[in-house]
């Protein structure tokens, strides 16, 4: 079952909502460190969010284009819309825009809980193997935690 995080209310309570549904998946001691969140138009999320982003790199594995914001907390909020049919397409499609996507950093990773390294808006990162709910959880390990300059 899919699991959509309400968007009304604040982004504040959109991120909170997002990590409350992806906590049980990642390891006890992860951090998060960003939200992303799908839309079919980063240009006029970011305006009606109001948030002032930037382009970045694209997410090969969700096939993406970014655009990255500084949102609440000290997290990186990465506005997310897709290019591909791939992953976020079909996330957006099953559940509307909204966060959708987390990146956590770890002090160690267990590679077999998680799909190959790919780079990303935050830097490489692991795709963490998950139920099929069209959320997705990304984990940073210490060699890879470093977001691009």
Same mark, same amino acid.
């Given at each position: 079952m899919a699991h959509r995080?309400?968007? $009304?209310g604040s982004l504040e309570d959109a991120i909170a909502g997002a990590?409350?549904?992806?906590?049980?998946f990642v390891p006890a001691d992860a951090v998060l460190v960003g939200v992303g969140w799908s839309t079919v138009e980063s240009e006029r999320a970011a305006r009606e969010l109001g948030l002032d982003a930037l382009d970045a790199?694209?997410?090969?594995a969700l096939g993406a284009s970014c655009r990255l914001a500084d949102g609440p907390d000290g997290l990186v909020l990465v506005l997310l819309?897709?290019?591909?049919?791939?992953?976020?397409?079909?996330?957006?499609?099953?559940?509307g825009?909204?966060?959708?996507v987390t990146?956590?950093?770890?002090? $160690?990773?267990?590679?077999? $809980?998680?799909?190959r390294l790919?780079?990303?808006?935050?830097?490489?990162?692991?795709?963490?193997?998950a139920p099929d709910d069209g959320r997705f959880?990304?984990?940073r390990s210490p060699r890879a935690a470093t977001i691009p300059a």
């Open positions: 995080v309400p968007r $009304a990590l409350l549904a992806d906590r049980p790199p694209p997410d090969v819309e897709p290019v591909t049919e791939g992953r976020l397409a079909r996330s957006l499609a099953r559940l825009e909204g966060p959708v990146w956590w950093d770890v002090p $160690a990773l267990d590679e077999a $809980a998680t799909t790919s780079d990303g808006p935050l830097g490489p990162a692991h795709l963490l193997r959880r990304f984990l």
